[in-house]
């Protein structure tokens, strides 16, 4: 099956600093950038794609060369702002990011005559760890196109295929 729209926040390689493990690795394994962008997603990206990428601050850089190894050209970035700080060295973070991209040529949706465009900014709380907003979901639902796809998935949600370890997944996505 081929999806218009992939939604995917993957494990990148986030370790928390000092004696106690506070970062990722705590909760769940991480993969090294080379192994995410190794995936496969071509075999499931529509011809015309959207996606939307989840980056931590530190991972930018290696967000961008992710969905360029997938095939996507960067357009913008959706900020989640938190209502409380979480863990940093330089700077404690309060912010995410959800990278943009677009495989081909698949405009926003049109109902109605009318364009149905995101905002780049949720204000939202933050959840159990790595949860992320559920008005993302739903901006995404209004934007793009069916059929839907999230990659490292942790939950089912209606009218969503899910692809991840820790959820029984819709497809198979063979690493490398």
């Known amino acids: 099956m081929k999806f218009n729209t992939i939604y995917a926040d993957p494990p990148w390689m986030e370790r928390g600093g000092g004696k106690i493990k506070r970062g990722a690795d705590r909760h769940y394994p991480l993969m090294k950038t080379s192994e995410i962008m190794a995936l496969p997603i071509q075999n499931i990206a529509s011809e015309n794609c959207h996606l939307y990428l989840w980056v931590t601050n530190n991972f930018l850089p290696d967000g961008l060369m992710v969905m360029k190894a997938w095939g996507f050209r960067y357009v913008t970035t959706i900020t989640w702002i938190k209502d409380r700080i979480g ?3 330089y700077f404690r973070g309060i912010t995410e990011h959800c990278l943009f991209g677009v495989k081909g040529h698949l405009p926003y949706k049109v109902i109605d005559g009318k364009r149905q465009q995101g905002k780049t900014v949720i204000v939202a709380p933050k959840g159990q760890h790595s949860e992320k907003p559920e008005e993302m979901r739903q901006m995404i639902e209004k934007v793009s196109y069916g059929p839907y ?28």
């Open 87 to 89: 863990l940093g060295q």
């Open 149 to 176: 796809i999230e990659l490292f998935a942790r939950k089912a949600s209606p009218g969503w295929c899910v692809w991840g370890d820790q959820i029984q997944s819709d497809i198979e996505i063979k690493r490398s």
